[in-house]
């Protein structure tokens, strides 16, 4: 989806006005948590990205790094990192790729699956994941500082709230395309 800065949020009056007519009652409260939701997530992630791009990294550069850093001799195959990012084969062989442009990774031919790839974490990929990693949790920490310890427990236990809650999102969906 593209991304939208949505400046002119709606209230709790405007979120009730455009909701009637509808076969069923909203609770503005939740529209309005939403949008807060998606609206900080956008400029949280806009800021952090800005963080990664100084580094030369992105997300999924990081994160794919962060897994090669854990694994068995710094290595997994292409198809375990497409699935552990929830991408195709094609998407994580585009990121890949720049990432072996940049010598971050190296590509390993399987010695006992020729049709496999092993990608390997380089000294040099190393290098920069150790001198990122301090300002990443810099940052993280920064993010949540006017956060006491029971409003960090309190929002984790929300948003695992939230994240149990997606599943009614994907029964909505299958009902959706089964109409």
Do not use: C
Request: negative net charge.
């Amino acid at each position: 989806m593209e991304k939208f800065n949505f400046i002119d949020r709606p209230d709790d009056d405007r979120i009730q006005s455009m909701a009637k007519g509808f076969d069923y009652d909203i609770n503005p409260n939740s529209v309005t948590a939403y949008l807060k939701l998606q609206w900080t997530f956008r400029e949280v992630e806009k800021n952090y990205n800005k963080i990664l791009e100084h580094f030369d990294l992105s997300e999924s550069r990081f994160v794919i790094m962060m897994y090669l850093s854990r694994a068995e001799e710094n290595q997994l195959l292409s198809s375990e990192l497409a699935e552990r990012l929830g991408v195709s084969k094609a998407t994580i062989s585009k990121i890949l790729k720049k990432m072996e442009e940049k010598n971050l990774i190296e590509k390993i031919p399987s010695k006992t699956d020729k049709r496999s790839t092993y990608i390997k974490l380089t000294e040099e990929g190393l290098k920069k994941l150790k001198y990122f990693l301090p300002y990443n949790y810099k940052a993280v920490d920064q993010l949540f500082s006017n956060f006491s310890e029971k409003e960090l427990e309190n929002f984790a236990q929300l948003l695992e709230k939230l994240e149990n809650n997606k599943e009614k999102l994907k029964i909505m969906e299958n009902e959706l395309n089964e109409q």
